[in-house]
C-alpha cells in the first residue's frame, strides 16, 4: 500500500459482490482485501488469491507426528525396558509394530491436526486479545466490504464508477501512516 | 445465479423469509436477550443433580470405591458402562461435523455446532469415570509416558487401556479446536452485534480479532476440510480402541472380532439419538425451529435407522455364532440359560425392545416426521444403549467360567449418584452453553441460505435473478454515512415513519399506512433524544417479541402504556407470533408501572 487513500467499498448481496469483483479487476483497479460474513464461493479466485498451502503443512505435521511415534515406541517399548507381556517378549520394533499402530495413528492425528490449526492462526494473525480488524461492524452480519486502492486515480469516476457496480455504500480512508 | 442452484426437488433447510440480517439476528437473540424462567429452572435442576453427583464423587474417593456395588467377580460394572455410554454419545457431534462434511451434507449446517458441543460435554463426563476409578484421581497422571521416580519402567503401550488414553484425548482435544475455530466467525458477529461493552471485550477475546478477511476464509474452509478428513478416521478409532478393551480380553462374551465396528455403529446410533433428545428441546426453546427443521429430524432419523439397522445385524451375528460355535461359554452369555432368560433377563430384553424393536417404527415416513415420537424413540434409545454397555460388562462378567465364582452385580446409591451427576453436569454445560455461545454455526448456515432457504427457493423457482436479493434495509440504515462522499440511497417512493423496519412483517402499503397511524396515536421514538426500554420486563414478551416491536417502531413502555385495544387488534394481525395476551396481561398498564 504505497499510498494512503483506499476506498471501502460496501456491498450488501454476494452475488452483486461476485460480479463486481470481477468488473473491478477487469478495469485493473487493485482490490487491497474483501472481508465478508461468510466464505463466499470462488471469491478468492476471482481475487486473484493463491492457493494456500495449509494441507500440505497439515501432511508434513502428520508426518513428523508419525516420527514421534515410531521413535518414542521404539525408545520406550523395545530400547529403554523390553519387557514380555503376554508371551510376546519385546525384541524387535517390527515384530511388535503391530500393537502400536493405534498409538502411531493417534499421535499422527494429533500433531497434524493441532499444528494445522496453530499455523492457519499464526499465519492468519488470530489469537486471544487479538484486536478485530473489519473496518465495519456489519461486515460480520451481511455486508460485504472491499478495500480499493485508490492511489493514482481519480476518486470522483472511480466511486461512481464503483456504485454502478452496485455498492451500496463507499468511504474514502486516508491512512495516514502509510502517507 | 447458477452456482446457488439446488434441485427444486430438495426441501428447503431454512423456513420462512430470512434473509442474511434475520440469521445474525435469530442466532443473537438467545445471546443478547434475557434467559426465560423455563431455563432457569432447568438449570437449577441440573446443578442440583451435579451437585449431588460431586458429593457422591467425593465420598468415594474420600471412603474407597468399595461404596460402590463391584464385587471380586464384577470388577467393571456401573462406571465402565458409563464411560462406554458417554464416550458413545460423543461420537455423533464429530461424525455430523467431519464426515457429513466430507460428503457435502448441507443439512449438516444447521447442527453441527450444538452436536460438537455435545461431544466435548460427554467426552468430559465420559473421563471422569475411568479416572475416578483410579481410585486415587490424583495419580491419573502415572497412564501418561513420563519418566516416573520408580525407576524407569514406563506404561505398557502394549494395552489396550493405554491406546484408549491416546486416542479419547486426541479426540477429545482434536474436537475442541474444530469446534471452536468455527466458532471464531460467529463469536465475531456477537460482538460486532452486542451493545453492552461487557460482551463485547468479552467476545471480542473469543473470536480472536476474528476480521472475515478472504484469505482468512480460504484458509478456514480449507483447515475445516483438512481437519474433517482427520477427524473422520479418528471418530472411528475412538471406539474401535474402546471396543479392545473388550474384544482382546478372554471373558466369553467378550471376546469378539465383531466389536470394533458393532462399538462405532452403536455409538453413532446412540449419538444421534442423544443429538435429537437435545436439538428437539432446543430449537424451541431459543425459536430456531426455522433452522432445525423438519427435514433436519428426518435426516437424523435416518441415520438413527441405518446405525440402528448395523447394529441389530451386530446382534443377530452375535447370537447365531454363540450357538453356532458350540462353545457352552459363548452359547451361555446370549443364549439357553444366558442372558436372555437368566437373572439379567430384564437388561437383555430392555435392550432388545429399545434398540432393536422400537426403531422400526422410524420406517414409516410419517412417524419419522412426528417430532412427539422421534422424541420418545430417541429417549427410548438412549436407555437401550446405556442396557447395551450394562449387558454386555455386567452380565459376561457375572458368570465366568467358574462357576464357584458366580455372582450379582446391584448397584448402591453412589453408583446411581455419579451417573446422576454426569448427566446434570452434562446439562449444566449444555445449558450454559445455549445461553452463551451461538449455537447455530450462522456463518455456515449464510452460505447455504441462497441454495436452500425457503423464501430464495421460491425467488429462483419464479425465475428471477438471486443477485441483489439479499439487501435487508434494517442493516442499510445501520452506521452513519460518511461525509466525505455523498451517498446515492436508494429510498422507497413513499415515506414512513423512519424508525419502522418492518418490511419482513408486513407486505402491504395498506399495513403500512396503519402502522403509521398507530404510531400516530401512542407517539413515536426518536433515536436522537430517548433511549428504548427494556420491553421484556413486560411479562408475555421475550427477545423475540421485544425485536418484532421494535421492527414496528415500538420502543418505549411510553408507547406501550398508550395501547387499547384497537392497537392489540393490529399488532395481532401483523405478528404471527403474538401470544393474542397482551389484553389479558394488560400491557399498558404494566408498561404504565414500569414508566414510573
Given at each position: 500500500?504505497?499510498?494512503?487513500?483506499?476506498?471501502?467499498?460496501?456491498?450488501n448481496d454476494d452475488d452483486v459482490l461476485m460480479k463486481a469483483v470481477k468488473e473491478i479487476r477487469a478495469k485493473k483497479y487493485r482490490i487491497t482485501e474483501a472481508y465478508t460474513p461468510f466464505p463466499v464461493h470462488g471469491l478468492d479466485k476471482a481475487m486473484g488469491l493463491p492457493h494456500t498451502r495449509l494441507a500440505i503443512c497439515s501432511f508434513i505435521y502428520g508426518l513428523i507426528g508419525l516420527s514421534v511415534?515410531?521413535?518414542?515406541?521404539?525408545?520406550?517399548?523395545?530400547?529403554?525396558?523390553?519387557?514380555n507381556i503376554g508371551g510376546k517378549p519385546s525384541f524387535s520394533y517390527l515384530q511388535n509394530m503391530p500393537a502400536f499402530v493405534p498409538i502411531m495413528f493417534e499421535l499422527t492425528v494429533f500433531f497434524a491436526a493441532h499444528l494445522m490449526v496453530i499455523t492457519f492462526y499464526l499465519r492468519s494473525k488470530i489469537w486471544p486479545f487479538k484486536k478485530a480488524e473489519n473496518p465495519d461492524p456489519r461486515t460480520t452480519d451481511d455486508h460485504f466490504l472491499l478495500e480499493v486502492d485508490a492511489a493514482g486515480h481519480d476518486i470522483d469516476s472511480l466511486s461512481k464508477f464503483l456504485y454502478e457496480t452496485g455498492a451500496s455504500e463507499i468511504s474514502l480512508i486516508h491512512n495516514e501512516e502509510h502517507a | 445465479m447458477s452456482s446457488h442452484?439446488?434441485?427444486?426437488?430438495?426441501?428447503?433447510?431454512?423456513?420462512?423469509?430470512?434473509?442474511?440480517?434475520?440469521?445474525?439476528?435469530?442466532?443473537?437473540?438467545?445471546?443478547?436477550?434475557?434467559?426465560?424462567?423455563?431455563?432457569?429452572?432447568?438449570?437449577?435442576?441440573?446443578?442440583?443433580?451435579?451437585?449431588?453427583?460431586l458429593g457422591c464423587i467425593v465420598y468415594t474417593v474420600s471412603t474407597g470405591i468399595g461404596v460402590w456395588g463391584l464385587n471380586k467377580t464384577i470388577g467393571w460394572a456401573w462406571d465402565i458402562t458409563n464411560f462406554v455410554w458417554w464416550v458413545g454419545i460423543g461420537h455423533?457431534?464429530?461424525?455430523?461435523?467431519?464426515?457429513?462434511?466430507?460428503?457435502?451434507?448441507?443439512?449438516?449446517?444447521?447442527?453441527?455446532?450444538?452436536?460438537e458441543a455435545m461431544t466435548i460435554f460427554a467426552v468430559v463426563q465420559a473421563g471422569l469415570f475411568p479416572i475416578i476409578h483410579m481410585g486415587r484421581p490424583w495419580l491419573a497422571y502415572w497412564v501418561l509416558p513420563i519418566p516416573n521416580q520408580f525407576g524407569s519402567?514406563?506404561?505398557?503401550?502394549?494395552?489396550?487401556?493405554?491406546w484408549d488414553v491416546f486416542a479419547i484425548s486426541t479426540y477429545l482435544s482434536v474436537s475442541l479446536v474444530f469446534w471452536w475455530t468455527g466458532l471464531l466467525p460467529d463469536f465475531a458477529m456477537i460482538r460486532d452485534r452486542t451493545k453492552s461493552p461487557f460482551q463485547q471485550k468479552i467476545y471480542g477475546i473469543l473470536s480472536f480479532g476474528w476480521s472475515g478477511r478472504a484469505k482468512d476464509w480460504q484458509r478456514f474452509e480449507e483447515v475445516s476440510l483438512v481437519l474433517a478428513g482427520l477427524a473422520t478416521p479418528l471418530v472411528?478409532?475412538?471406539?474401535?480402541?474402546?471396543?479392545?478393551?473388550?474384544?482382546?480380553?478372554?471373558?466369553?462374551?467378550?471376546?469378539?472380532?465383531?466389536?470394533?465396528?458393532?462399538?462405532?455403529?452403536?455409538?453413532?446410533?446412540?449419538?444421534?439419538?442423544?443429538?435429537?433428545?437435545?436439538?428437539?428441546?432446543?430449537?424451541?426453546?431459543?425459536?430456531?425451529?426455522?433452522?432445525?427443521?423438519?427435514?433436519?429430524?428426518?435426516?437424523?432419523?435416518?441415520?438413527?435407522?441405518?446405525?440402528g439397522g448395523i447394529v441389530t445385524v451386530a446382534y443377530l451375528t452375535e447370537y447365531f455364532i454363540g450357538w453356532y460355535s458350540g462353545v457352552p461359554y459363548e452359547n451361555y452369555t446370549y443364549l439357553s440359560f444366558g442372558a436372555a432368560t437368566g437373572p439379567y433377563w430384564w437388561a437383555f430384553w430392555a435392550l432388545i425392545i429399545c434398540n432393536l424393536i422400537v426403531p422400526l417404527t422410524l420406517w414409516v415416513k410419517k412417524w419419522r416426521r412426528n417430532i412427539l415420537w422421534t422424541f420418545i424413540v430417541a429417549l427410548v434409545i438412549n436407555i437401550g444403549m446405556w442396557f447395551e454397555r450394562f449387558d454386555i460388562i455386567v452380565i459376561c462378567l457375572s458368570k465366568?467360567?467358574?462357576?464357584?465364582?458366580?455372582?450379582?452385580?446391584?448397584?448402591?446409591?453412589?453408583?446411581?449418584?455419579?451417573?446422576?451427576?454426569?448427566?446434570?453436569?452434562?446439562?449444566?454445560?449444555?445449558?450454559?452453553?445455549?445461553?452463551?455461545?451461538?449455537?447455530?454455526?450462522?456463518?455456515?448456515?449464510?452460505?447455504?441460505?441462497?441454495?436452500?432457504?425457503?423464501?430464495?427457493?421460491?425467488?429462483?423457482?419464479?425465475?428471477?435473478?438471486?443477485?441483489?436479493?439479499?439487501?435487508?434495509?434494517?442493516?442499510?440504515?445501520?452506521?452513519?454515512?460518511?461525509?466525505?462522499?455523498?451517498?446515492?440511497?436508494?429510498?422507497?417512493?413513499?415515506?414512513?415513519?423512519?424508525?419502522?423496519?418492518?418490511?419482513?412483517?408486513?407486505?402491504?402499503?395498506?399495513?403500512?399506512?396503519?402502522?403509521?397511524?398507530?404510531?400516530?396515536?401512542?407517539?413515536?421514538?426518536?433515536?436522537?433524544?430517548?433511549?428504548?426500554?427494556?420491553?421484556?420486563?413486560?411479562?408475555?414478551?421475550?427477545?423475540?417479541?421485544?425485536?418484532?416491536?421494535?421492527?414496528?417502531?415500538?420502543?418505549?413502555?411510553?408507547?406501550?402504556?398508550?395501547?387499547?385495544?384497537?392497537?392489540?387488534?393490529?399488532?395481532?394481525?401483523?405478528?404471527?407470533?403474538?401470544?393474542?395476551?397482551?389484553?389479558?396481561?394488560?400491557?399498558?398498564?404494566?408498561?404504565?408501572?414500569?414508566?414510573?
Open positions: 500500500m504505497a499510498s494512503g487513500n483506499v476506498l471501502h467499498v460496501l456491498y511415534a515410531t521413535l518414542m515406541m521404539n525408545f520406550i517399548m523395545i530400547e529403554d525396558w523390553p519387557r | 442452484y439446488e434441485a427444486p426437488i430438495r426441501e428447503p433447510l431454512i423456513l420462512g423469509e430470512k434473509s442474511y440480517h434475520d440469521i445474525s439476528v435469530d442466532v443473537g437473540a438467545p445471546i443478547l436477550g434475557k434467559a426465560n424462567k423455563s431455563w432457569w429452572i432447568v438449570f437449577s435442576i441440573a446443578l442440583v443433580a451435579f451437585l449431588w453427583g455423533a457431534g464429530t461424525l455430523i461435523s467431519a464426515v457429513l462434511l466430507l460428503f457435502r451434507q448441507k443439512w449438516r449446517m444447521a447442527i453441527n455446532r450444538s452436536a519402567l514406563w506404561v505398557n503401550f502394549n494395552s489396550p487401556l493405554l472411528l478409532s475412538v471406539h474401535t480402541i474402546v471396543s479392545f478393551d473388550f474384544a482382546t480380553s478372554v471373558v466369553p462374551g467378550w471376546h469378539s472380532t465383531i466389536f470394533p465396528p458393532y462399538f462405532v455403529a452403536g455409538a453413532i446410533f446412540s449419538g444421534f439419538a442423544m443429538v435429537q433428545t437435545l436439538l428437539l428441546v432446543m430449537r424451541k426453546v431459543v425459536s430456531l425451529e426455522n433452522y432445525i427443521t423438519i427435514v433436519h429430524i428426518e435426516f437424523m432419523n435416518k441415520v438413527i435407522l441405518l446405525t465366568d467360567r467358574l462357576a464357584s465364582s458366580w455372582s450379582m452385580f446391584s448397584p448402591t446409591f453412589v453408583d446411581i449418584g455419579v451417573f446422576v451427576g454426569t448427566i446434570g453436569f452434562f446439562f449444566v454445560l449444555f445449558l450454559l452453553y445455549a445461553r452463551t455461545f451461538p449455537v447455530i454455526a450462522q456463518a455456515e448456515v449464510k452460505s447455504i441460505l441462497k441454495s436452500s432457504g425457503a423464501r430464495y427457493k421460491r425467488i429462483r423457482e419464479s425465475g428471477k435473478d438471486l443477485a441483489g436479493t439479499a439487501t435487508d434495509k434494517r442493516t442499510s440504515t445501520y452506521a452513519e454515512r460518511p461525509a466525505s462522499l455523498s451517498v446515492a440511497s436508494n429510498a422507497g417512493a413513499t415515506h414512513h415513519q423512519s424508525t419502522v423496519n418492518a418490511d419482513v412483517l408486513v407486505d402491504t402499503e395498506a399495513k403500512k399506512a396503519e402502522i403509521d397511524m398507530m404510531l400516530a396515536r401512542i407517539g413515536t421514538y426518536d433515536p436522537a433524544t430517548q433511549t428504548p426500554d427494556d420491553l421484556t420486563k413486560i411479562s408475555g414478551v421475550g427477545p423475540v417479541l421485544e425485536q418484532k416491536l421494535h421492527q414496528l417502531g415500538i420502543y418505549t413502555y411510553d408507547q406501550v402504556s398508550k395501547m387499547t385495544k384497537e392497537e392489540y387488534d393490529l399488532l395481532d394481525e401483523i405478528i404471527d407470533a403474538f401470544p393474542g395476551r397482551a389484553e389479558r396481561d394488560d400491557w399498558a398498564g404494566q408498561a404504565q408501572k414500569l414508566k414510573n
